[in-house]
């Protein structure tokens, strides 16, 4: 059940975001959560229900936009989104390059009260099994 250390470590994300802008409370995180993640939806959306509480999130709403497979040829260079999981190409049978849906993105923050009002302050976080990575644009 790796679904709740990731999702503490969001939290912990969220937090520590923010504080460096001084917000006082997170409405919306928008995920994207590739189908290749390891990750199951309903367990990750319970760990976020019930870790949530006493955050600044405690109130935040979870928006999970899950991410087809895309993938792109080697051979034939034929890019294509899938929810099947495959790697050899159907056209010309060479080997298949995964480009998305194998992550889990924090995508974004949404209406972050920062002073009494609403702002949006984060583009992109990645995460993975292995914890975060910061690829973010404060």
Request: hydrophobic share 40%; proline share 0%.
């Amino acid at each position: 059940m790796h679904e709740y250390s990731i999702v503490q470590a969001l939290l912990n994300q969220c937090e520590d975001i923010a504080k460096e802008h001084n917000a006082t409370k997170i409405e919306k995180i928008v995920c994207k959560i590739g189908i290749m993640s390891g990750i199951e939806i309903h367990l990750f959306e319970i760990a976020f229900n019930t870790f949530k509480e006493g955050t600044i999130c405690s109130e935040a709403r979870l928006i999970i936009n899950r991410q087809d497979l895309k993938l792109k040829c080697e051979g034939c260079d034929r890019e294509f989104e899938t929810k099947e999981i495959i790697s050899i190409c159907d056209v010309c049978g060479d080997v298949l390059n995964t480009i998305d849906g194998e992550d889990i993105y924090l995508m974004r923050f949404w209406e972050m009260t920062l002073m009494g009002e609403s702002v949006y302050i984060l583009e992109m976080l990645k995460l993975s099994n292995r914890g975060l990575n910061d690829n973010t644009n404060r």
